[in-house]
């Protein structure tokens, strides 16, 4: 492997471990609500991307009784040092009593993607609090 290679490893170890690429997938109510919460996010450098999907039809036990609703995935690209504040902005702006909230690992990625992920979630002013 060259050395070119190696500075241009997503995944390199010269990255602290919080740098590290995630994907986090959510479900919304509805359109505007993941759109809301989508710009929201990536105003607030929170994720660097957000992907609104189609609507999809979720089965789920719920207070006792199987339920089948109509929801909006989002899909967010960020770092495991922003998941923290993420997730405390989701759990006051998600319309749900508990919104699901799953973090992936990214294992390998377009080096410049993730650095550009990395750049914009970055929290320059050392200012943790949305605005």
């Known amino acids: 492997m060259t050395n070119d290679q190696t500075s241009n490893d997503p995944m390199s170890t010269e990255n602290s471990p919080n740098d590290a690429p995630i994907m986090v997938h959510t479900t919304c109510a509805d359109q505007d ?8 996010t990536v105003k607030n ?11 999809v039809v979720s089965i789920y036990p719920w207070e006792g009784k199987i339920e089948r609703d109509a929801e909006t995935p989002l899909t967010l690209k960020t770092t495991r040092a922003r998941f923290g504040a993420l997730r405390e902005y989701f759990d006051e702006r998600h319309s749900y009593d508990v919104p699901e909230l799953l973090a992936v690992e990214v294992v390998d990625g377009n080096a410049d993607y993730v650095q550009w992920v990395r750049d914009w979630v970055a929290d320059r002013d050392g200012d943790d609090q949305p605005a």
């Open 45 to 55: 450098r929170l994720a660097a991307c957000a992907s609104v999907g189609p609507p």
């Open 33 to 40: 609500e993941a759109e809301r919460l989508a710009a929201e």
